[in-house]
């Protein structure tokens, strides 16, 4: 897997925003965006370890539009349309201003992050995860954005895997699938 720590990092931040902030289906049932959206979006950005933020009611709304616009890149590149995927990732840099900057950020020497126009916490992240698509996107992973293939699930990832085989969004749908297929196999043996 080619993925860097940091760009690994930004790419969870959009899959976790994208599956708490949107809505559609999860794990065989309809998902509605949570009533408190600043909590879920502090906790999608808050996932595998980064310290859970502050936010507020209109941040967590512009990260919620973000997301909306990251589902854009995640069903178009799962379905083999790059063009309309980069298309939404261009117009998403764009819009967030992204920049690279090098930034001391505890550990030794310096990272690359992307930061918006403004360091708000909303534009920070939209500019990073924009800037994570992107880069899956110009390069031989863009196939590694995905979007579960378990009925009624619509949740997306990104495969991390060594063998790019990944097809859903949990161990929980990947495990529906499996029991229903066996109890497919067994009504009809």
Request: glycine fraction near 8%; hydrophobic fraction near 40%.
């Amino acid at each position: 897997m080619n993925f860097d720590s940091h760009i690994l990092n930004v790419l969870t931040a959009a899959t976790a925003l994208v599956n708490r902030l949107t809505a559609g289906h999860s794990g065989g049932a309809r998902y509605a965006v949570p009533a408190d959206l600043a909590g879920a979006t502090a906790d999608a950005l808050g996932d595998d370890g980064r310290p859970r933020p502050e936010v507020s009611t209109a941040q967590a709304k512009q990260l919620a539009a973000v997301a909306a616009r990251m589902r854009v890149v995640f069903e178009a590149a799962h379905g083999g349309d790059t063009d309309r995927a980069a298309e939404e990732v261009n117009a998403l840099l764009l819009d967030t201003n992204a920049r690279p900057q090098l930034d001391r950020t505890g550990s030794p020497g310096w990272n690359l992050h992307f930061h918006g126009a403004d360091d708000t916490l909303a534009n920070g992240w939209a500019a990073g995860c924009a800037a994570g698509l992107a880069m899956a996107l110009g390069s031989d992973l863009v196939g590694r954005l995905g979007v579960c293939s378990a009925p009624a699930c619509d949740r997306v990832f990104v495969d991390a895997s060594r063998n790019s085989a990944r097809r859903f969004c949990s161990p929980q749908c990947q495990s529906r699938v499996k029991a229903a297929a066996h109890r497919a196999r067994r009504q009809t043996s």
